[in-house]
């Protein structure tokens, strides 16, 4: 039995992660709830943070979608950190 192949492209276009996009960006839309995470910000408004990631084997499948998910809300990264399967995130 062969494990089924995903592509980046598979996931960032899948329409349950951008129906959370969508979500995501209503609820913190100019009008809506302010999305401050830090207050280091660049000329674009995207913010900047540290990100330290920790493992649990499969989890770090979802924190590859977690970071890409808050790249698409504006936030970057200064520094990212990781044990285990968390670390792998950073290698992605």
């Known amino acids: ?11 960032t ?3 349950k992660v951008q ?3 969508k979500k995501l960006r209503e609820a913190f839309s100019p009008n809506g709830k302010p999305f401050v995470v ?12 540290n990100l330290v990631q920790k493992g649990g ?3 770090g499948v979802a ?4 970071t ?3 790249e698409q809300m504006g936030i970057r990264f200064l520094r990212m950190a990781g ?6 995130t950073r290698q992605c």
């Not at 039995?1 to 996931?11: G, L, R």
């Not at 830090?38 to 943070?49: P, T």
């Not at 924190?63 to 977690?66: E, P």
């Open 13 to 15: 276009n899948s329409p």
């Open 38 to 49: 830090s207050d280091v910000l660049d000329a674009d408004g995207h913010q900047y943070v």
């Open 57 to 59: 084997g499969v989890l």
């Open 68 to 70: 890409y998910i808050l």
């Open 63 to 66: 924190l590859v979608g977690y």
């Open 83 to 88: 044990t285990s399967a968390g670390l792998l």
């Open 19 to 21: 129906n959370h996009l």
């Open 1 to 11: 039995m062969s494990t089924p192949k995903i592509t980046v492209q598979d996931f």
